[in-house]
């Protein structure tokens, strides 16, 4: 066997197990890492701006692919907590990531050397597993440990922190004999499937709500091919957009307080028996637990075992992998395929709500209603677009009027929505399918928070459109707000000097963007936004680096929302036709 430095065999224990990119920032305490992969070869590094920026970069190119897992690296100390935004979010979503941060020498952990902190026991809490490597021989067992972990049961992030004599330290290891472990997965049986079945062919309106497990299992295939088997209309949650292409007969439309469709809350309150797969009743996706659940069975199907009954009880649990689950629903559903229960009539009457219950989007008033920017987004964009979100009214409203036809084409960091999130994870995404056509969404705030990772698509060629909604306001917080009788501290509005043609919008992004080497287009009229996202498609084309379309917005639009999902309060005009909402899906359904 050959002698190699720990650092070393990290890298080619990361290269076996499938990882061809990394993201992250040198610094001295992890600068043997950064050698070991310089001299060892085969890993792609992307240099960000900031390491936070790195770990949503490393999200997002896990999301756009099944299968990938996406490293950040970092030196000590403040490059391991500035992971921890990005721990939190992809644990939130089960997005495996691994993040590696370098760390002081193992004798003085406890002398308060220069950038030594616990960053272990600051990360156990939202990883699978975070450990500091204090003997060298237990680096090749730590990283198979990790990538072990990461892809077995409900997927994960980890960090592993490594101090620099560890990372300096030989040991004898074979890499040619390494082999990664196998995933553990847990899969339903073919009783649980059968009561489930029984359960659903009981009921007379039953309902699927597909959840971001199934994108994760990469099963997307299968809840159709179950869906249409049955006749079973399906509910793709904000985390499972995509599941089923926004254009299925048998999509009924998101629903929630938010990021909800009218006609799909309406078709869950006329609901009498749902099938959760791979979700996990998120708040915003039930409201009120009452309301939700009234005069309805539930049939939870996860991969977690304490997911089952967290947020309310249902009448029967499985705990399953959404594939495996999948899979024998299909199998099961083909055998009872002459028994299974008629639903065309009540498949018929979610489409008959989705032909008519739509929100107006086609405003031709200036400044520009936001509604409008999705409308032409529609157009521009075919169903091969990958869009990527995080927060914010931009992100509430995109979900009410985009449409997403393929699994992995909406990729938002769901639960935790940290502001910033959107530049990084974008970078991420189009680096891991670098011929997509990637649309990022953002709210000038939330553009605002890491715009510097704009550079990072400049310096490594890596082309996307950014959609920037500008109204110079935090306007989820101001809508939120109202509930205070305040408008307080969320202004972001002030009288640049340097650019007057702004008239009190405040920070001039495309100035900024241009100087971050990017190319960037400003919109104040509703005619100018189709063309100016047509033009961005060719500048991505040709220059290969960001590209932003900032459209000058009112200042003020209250978006839809509620409490319940029976008192969603719309605040604007709804569509009394078509020509109301001409990209509205789909105005020619029958």
């Known amino acids: 066997m050959a002698r190699m430095k720990t650092a070393e065999v990290a890298v080619e224990i990361m290269k076996k197990e499938g990882i061809t990119n990394v993201f992250g920032l040198p610094g001295a305490a992890i600068n043997p890492f950064y050698k070991a992969m310089q001299t060892q070869g085969g890993l792609h590094h992307t240099l960000a ?30 490059a391991g907590t500035d992971m921890i935004t990005g721990l939190y979010s992809a644990s939130a ?10 760390q002081a020498p193992v004798a003085k952990l406890h002398k308060e050397d220069f950038q030594a902190v616990d960053i272990a026991s600051i990360a156990k809490p939202l990883t699978k597993m975070a450990v500091t490597v204090l003997e060298p021989a237990q680096v090749p067992g730590t990283f198979q440990q990790a990538f072990h972990l990461m892809r077995s049961g409900r997927p994960g992030p980890v960090l592993i922190d490594l101090p620099i004599d560890v990372q300096l330290a030989e040991i004898e290891f074979d890499i040619d004999t390494y082999e990664p472990l196998p995933a553990f997965k847990p899969a339903a049986s073919r009783k649980q499937i059968e009561k489930a079945l ?32 049955t006749g079973v209309p399906v509910v793709p949650t904000l985390m499972g957009w995509g599941t089923i292409p926004d254009d299925h007969e048998l999509n009924a439309g998101m629903v929630g307080l938010q990021t909800s469709h009218r006609y799909g809350n309406e078709t869950m309150l ?16 039930t409201g009120g637990i009452d309301t939700y659940t009234k ?18 009880a249902p009448d029967f649990g499985i705990v399953s992998d959404a594939k495996a689950a999948l899979a024998l629903f299909v199998e099961v559903a083909k055998e009872r395929r002459d028994a299974l229960t008629d639903r065309s009539a009540w498949s018929q009457d979610v489409r008959q709500r989705k032909q008519k219950l739509w929100r107006k989007t086609n405003f031709d008033v200036t400044p520009i209603k936001p509604q409008r920017v999705y409308q032409e987004m529609n157009k521009a964009f075919g169903k091969d677009v990958r869009y990527v979100s995080t927060i914010g009214l931009s992100q509430i409203q995109a979900a009410q009027m985009l449409h997403v036809f ?24 189009a680096t891991a399918d670098p011929d997509a056509t990637v649309v990022a969404i953002s709210g000038d705030y939330d553009f605002q928070f890491m715009l510097e990772e704009l550079a990072v698509g400049a310096q490594f060629k890596v082309p996307y459109i950014h959609v920037l909604v500008n109204n110079a306001y935090l306007g989820l917080i101001r809508q939120a707000q109202r509930g205070f009788e305040m408008d307080y501290c969320v202004q972001l509005s002030f009288d640049n000097i340097n650019s007057p043609e702004l008239n009190g919008y405040g920070v001039d992004h495309v100035k900024v963007a241009e ?3 990017c190319k960037a287009i400003r919109v104040f009229d509703p005619e100018e936004i189709l063309p100016a996202l047509e033009q961005a498609k060719k500048l991505i084309v040709e220059h290969r680096v960001p590209v932003i379309v900032e459209v000058i917005l009112e200042r003020v639009t209250n978006v839809s929302m509620g409490t319940e999902i ?25």
């Open 198 to 229: 029984d359960m659903l062919a009981a009921s007379e309106r039953p309902l699927i709500v597909a959840g971001g497990g199934i994108i994760n299992a990469d099963a997307a295939e299968l809840l159709v091919e179950f869906a249409e088997l």
């Open 93 to 102: 979503d089960s997005i495996p990531i691994l993040c590696i941060t370098g």
């Open 406 to 429: 393929k699994d992995r084409h909406w990729i938002n960091a769901g639960q935790a929505g940290p502001l910033g999130w959107t530049v990084p994870a974008a970078i991420g995404v």
């Open 566 to 590: 029976n008192n969603v309060v719309e605040f604007e005009e709804l569509a009394d036709s078509g020509a109301d909402a001409p990209t509205a899906l789909y105005a020619n359904l029958d």
């Open 515 to 517: 100087g971050l080497g």
């Open 295 to 312: 005069d309805r069975k539930f049939v939870h199907v996860d991969i977690e075992p304490t997911q089952i009954g967290r947020v309310f």
């Open 49 to 78: 701006r900031h390491v936070e920026g790195a770990s949503h970069m490393a999200e997002g190119y896990t999301r756009a692919k099944a299968g990938n897992i996406g490293v950040c690296v970092g030196t000590s100390g403040p």
């Open 270 to 285: 006329a609901s009498d028996f749902v099938l959760g797969i791979g979700n996990r009743w998120a708040n915003r996706h």
